[in-house]
């Protein structure tokens, strides 16, 4: 009880600032009151009707004149079209024409005025969104961020091939975290090895330098990426001045995948050596002296011995590598150009620019889901292995 | 050639250090015989774990040589010395069981599987772990895991077997134990066993020869028997069981006896050890609290007036603390044959010893 009192303040913390922002974004992916609460009588109205009746009886277009107006005094009719035109492109404008109508007086029927005025507002499909758009909860931004799409008839099926884009990107983030985890594991386990095996004078140097990047921003780290791997970069300008490259030759090493897997190893490194390192400082050096007295040649003992008592630190140290690219956002964003874009950068965009913060949070959503049953399984994985 | 006679291990004028300036080893000479249990004793620091992992060849001299059977071994990696070697804390490998770690020194022999089979069976025999052979490590207790170590060090049959203080983890009774096991082993086998402790019970009780190791260098190698009842310096004296320092001033020698003057002015005879005793140098007399003889009968040469400052019952004998008139103090241990029961602080009383059970040293006890 005392020691739950001792982590208060940082549960307390948590909560407001981890737990509640997270999962209020997230709720957002099912959750999507906006056209429920400005038109309750139209969609109301709308419940009892179907698109195979066709036109909509009267009382919705009255219901939709009177909220319309409503609406627009609330100041909320921006909103209101731009969530309709997500849904169907030309909703938004259909939207702000019909409010110019609403303002007649005297009107008995309200039907023939909108449709004289617009054709649209006689179609099913028109009111068809309204009524789906008016439901609070909704799978279609889940079934979206998965290249689904539900059907006029309920079914779930794929998008069209030109709007399949999100699995893609899944696909491509899931590859180029593989690529940094293997790259970076690679390239970690004999720096940790050397620093491991250092005398301790060497060793704090050695680890200085592997922790240098931190005390680095971020950007500046990048910019210097950019500087020695652009077209006009440090790297190009070697190799064709040593003439391995011809001029018209030099490479594309940035603003594409190889600059965010480049990039993005080099940032990992320190955060797979650590982790690598400090199993390997728990090893006993008795653990090897007693393999080659027994016989074994040292590069056996290191094999047979050595090296499986650092896969515990391989394995932290990898998946740490792998879990932080799949989110990986900045680095892509600058060095990554059109195939190096990853799926938090598609976040980003839907979060900064069409601001469709449904999509947003069910593509949240969803890499969320990727990473937690990854983590099980690999945790699954080590503690049978432990066992 | 007389390779029989030879010297089964040689150590020759073997130095190391490690900064290339304080001597961890200076000068070793050491023989090992053929089927011996040579005991390396010292307190830590002594140097007698750097003497065993040069055998082992985890170490290297800074000079001099070691010879296996004739052979001088310096260019021999560790790999191939075949050499056992039982570590301090075992060093079994924690993520193979127990099978695989008995196992380990043959497979790398590339021993066919059916061998090796019938070869880790039978050590788990040996050491009575055949139920524990797809454990791992750790789910065994202290002893189980020293079985397995001792095992594994003599499943690829060496014929030299190292351990580095193998029972320093153990409580007393399953150290008690093992060293009886492993003495055991020894005769069985009729392999060289070369071992370092710091425990003096231990190094007595289980070696054919102890070496006492002080400050880099061999203070006496020499049975247990002789080690306790003929230390060769004060040192040694006082590092094997419990020994009565005391001081005082060479009166005269005559036929390997000195007659020292006490700082209370009594006299005591003890057997002289280095030649040089002179009169009127200081030296030091040296008994064992045993041989120290409450009321002793006439025919002692040493007979010593003090009083009892402190009688401590312990079971089996009574620890008395006697005072000179001076300031030397005796410790003498009284065996509990009954009747003892008069002996009270502050009572006057006689002891004594036997000039064979005193050695004299010269000089002071700091030395």
């Known amino acids: ?387 | 050639m007389t390779e029989e006679l030879n010297p089964f291990v040689r150590f020759e004028q073997i130095s190391k250090t490690y900064d290339g300036d304080t001597l961890v080893i200076e000068d070793l000479d050491l023989d090992i015989m053929r089927g011996e249990f040579l005991t390396l004793l010292g307190p830590s620091g002594s140097g007698k774990t750097t003497a065993l992992m040069m055998l082992a060849g985890f170490e290297s001299p800074t000079s001099g040589r070691i010879l296996v059977e004739g052979r001088p071994i310096h260019h021999v990696p560790p790999y191939k010395r075949e050499i056992g070697v039982v570590f301090q804390n075992y060093a079994l490998f924690p993520h193979l069981t127990i099978a695989e770690n008995l196992s380990f020194p043959l497979s790398v022999r590339r021993w066919p599987a059916a061998d090796i089979k019938s070869a880790v069976d039978q050590a788990l025999d040996m050491v009575q772990l055949g139920k524990m052979a797809g454990r791992k490590p750790n789910q065994l207790s202290g002893g189980q895991q020293q079985r397995v170590a001792l095992a594994r060090a003599l499943i690829f049959q060496p014929r030299l077997v190292l351990m580095d203080e193998p029972l320093g983890a153990l409580d007393k009774n399953l150290r008690e134990e093992m060293q009886n096991e492993i003495r055991t082993l020894h005769g069985n086998l009729g392999i060289n066993v070369v071992y370092v402790t710091h425990d003096q019970s231990e190094a007595l009780t289980m070696s054919t020869r102890v070496a006492v190791f002080k400050g880099g260098t061999i203070q006496q190698l020499s049975s247990a028997r002789d080690l306790y009842e003929y230390p060769a310096n004060l040192f040694v004296a006082n590092f094997i069981g419990e020994n009565n320092s005391v001081q005082g001033k060479v009166m005269s020698t005559a036929d390997g006896c000195c007659t020292v003057e006490l700082d209370d002015g009594q006299l005591a005879r003890g057997q002289s050890v280095s030649a040089s005793a002179a009169n009127g140098n200081n030296a030091t007399l040296s008994v064992r609290p045993e041989r120290i003889a409450i009321n002793p009968p006439d025919d002692y040469d040493t007979l010593l007036q003090g009083t009892v400052t402190e009688v401590v019952y312990h079971g089996d004998h009574f620890r008395v603390t006697l005072r000179g008139s001076g300031s030397n103090t005796y410790q003498s241990k009284v065996a509990n044959t009954g009747g003892q029961s008069d002996i009270e602080p502050g009572q006057p009383i006689r002891f004594g010893w036997r000039t064979s059970d005193c050695r004299c040293f010269m000089g002071d006890v700091g030395c």
């Open chain 1, 1 to 387: 009880m005392r020691g739950f009192l001792l982590i208060a303040p940082l549960a307390v913390f948590l909560a407001f600032t981890f737990l509640a922002p997270i999962s209020s974004f997230l709720v957002r992916a099912v959750y999507d009151p906006l056209i429920a609460d400005a038109f309750p009588n139209t969609v109301d109205a709308l419940k009892s009707w179907k698109p195979s009746e066709g036109t909509p009886p009267e009382a919705v277009f009255r219901a939709f004149r009177d909220e319309l107006l409503i609406t627009r005094d609330r100041g909320t009719i921006g909103a209101v079209g731009q969530r309709l035109n997500r849904d169907a492109a030309g909703m938004r404008s259909l939207v702000q024409r019909g409010l110019s109508i609403t303002d007649q007086t005297g009107v008995t029927e309200w039907k023939p005025v909108f449709v004289g005025a617009n054709e649209q507002w006689a179609l099913p499909e028109t009111w068809s969104i309204i009524k789906n758009a008016g439901s609070r909860f909704t799978l279609s931004h889940l079934l979206q961020a998965v290249d689904l799409v539900k059907t006029e008839d309920g079914s779930i099926e794929l998008r069209p091939e030109d709007q399949r884009v999100n699995n893609y990107l899944l696909v491509r983030t899931l590859l180029v975290g593989l690529a940094i985890m293997t790259l970076s594991t690679l390239l970690a386990f004999p720096i940790a090895l050397a620093i491991a095996r250092a005398s301790p004078s060497a060793a704090r140097w050695m680890m200085t330098i592997v922790l240098l990047q931190f005390w680095t921003s971020v950007l500046a780290r990048i910019v210097s990426w950019i500087v020695l791997l652009q077209n006009r970069g440090v790297v190009n300008d070697l190799l064709v001045a040593t003439g391995v490259i011809a001029e018209q030759q030099r490479l594309a090493l940035i603003y594409n995948m190889l600059g965010t897997i480049l990039v993005g190893t080099y940032a990992m490194l320190p955060l797979v050596i650590l982790p690598i390192y400090s199993v390997m400082k728990l090893i006993p050096p008795s653990y090897l002296r007693a393999a080659t007295s027994l016989g074994a040649h040292p590069f056996e003992a290191f094999w047979r011995v050595y090296f499986p008592l650092t896969l515990p630190g391989i394995g932290a140290g990898a998946s740490t590598a792998f879990i932080l690219s799949i989110g990986y956002f900045v680095t892509p964003a600058l060095v990554g150009g059109q195939s190096g874009t990853l799926y938090s950068n598609i976040i980003a965009y839907h979060m900064q620019t069409s601001l469709n913060w449904a999509l947003a949070a069910a593509l949240s959503i969803v890499i969320l889901v990727v990473v937690i049953s990854l983590y099980t399984v690999l945790n699954r994985y080590m503690r049978d292995r432990k066992a």
